[in-house]
């Protein structure tokens, strides 16, 4: 199982909204609503940021938006803030009940 | 409040095998499957397998096959990650992870545990 493929680095200043991308196929991304997206922060555990594609967990903020087309998700930031600098990671459900993590995106907040 | 805590690092001799232990408390542990992740240094997260606490079933990712066992203790609501033949390439932190039913997401993890392998 090939790992998802994200960009390797995004950035952008202060106010701006981004997007980072998340590439499968048709057994992961493209075949399944069972997308999500975590932050993580150096020497944490990641956090849960969207689940399903689209849906926002409890406590997480409304400037953190997911979508899905065809085999290529995405999560988009908006009103960027120096606290979003941090890697991001997508993973998905892939046909016969595995996991697969993409490569990650590094976002500097310029 | 829903917690993973693991058990604390671990150097090991290559060839040897380590025993990662993950203690669930804060919910009803037969209600989730719980995950095992890890992360080579500055490297993605990387999906090893899954346990179904409730009843027993688990699903192991091809890279692993034949090296990992996952195994669950419901009476103490813990779930090991046993990995042997370890090799340098096996140092990592290796985290615990609770999944949402049926999201597939994960939503709480544990604080991670580093394996380093080295002679």
């Known amino acids: 199982q090939s790992a998802l493929t994200q960009p390797a680095s995004v950035s952008g200043s202060p106010g701006q909204s981004i997007t980072i991308s998340c590439t499968g196929t048709?057994?992961?991304?493209?075949?399944?609503?069972?997308v999500s997206w975590y932050q993580q922060h150096p020497g944490k555990a990641p956090k849960l940021l969207i689940s399903?594609?689209?849906n926002r967990p409890s406590g997480v903020s409304n400037r953190f938006s997911g979508s899905k087309s065809g085999n290529t998700a995405s999560l988009t930031i908006s009103g960027l803030r120096p606290e979003d600098e941090a890697d991001y990671y997508c993973t998905s459900y892939v046909t016969g009940a595995s996991r697969v993590f993409g490569g990650g995106t590094r976002l500097t907040v310029l | 409040q829903v917690q993973l805590v693991q058990s604390g690092a671990e150097v090991k001799m290559p060839g040897a095998l380590v025993k990662v232990s993950c203690k669930a408390s804060g919910y009803i542990f037969t209600a989730h499957v719980l995950h095992w992740v890890r992360q080579a240094p500055g490297q993605g997260p990387e999906w090893m397998g899954w346990i179904n606490t409730g009843n027993g079933n688990r699903k192991y990712s091809q890279t692993f096959q034949g090296r990992i066992t996952i195994t669950t203790d419901t009476s103490a609501s813990v779930v090991y990650m046993e990995l042997n033949s370890l090799t340098s390439g096996d140092t990592a932190v290796y985290y615990c992870?609770?999944?949402?039913?049926?999201?597939?997401?994960?939503?709480?993890w544990g604080q991670g545990t580093l394996v380093t392998v080295s002679s």
């Open positions: 048709s057994a992961d991304v493209g075949g399944y609503d069972h």
């Open positions: 399903d594609v689209t």
């Open positions: 992870a609770r999944e949402i039913g049926l999201a597939r997401s994960f939503d709480y």
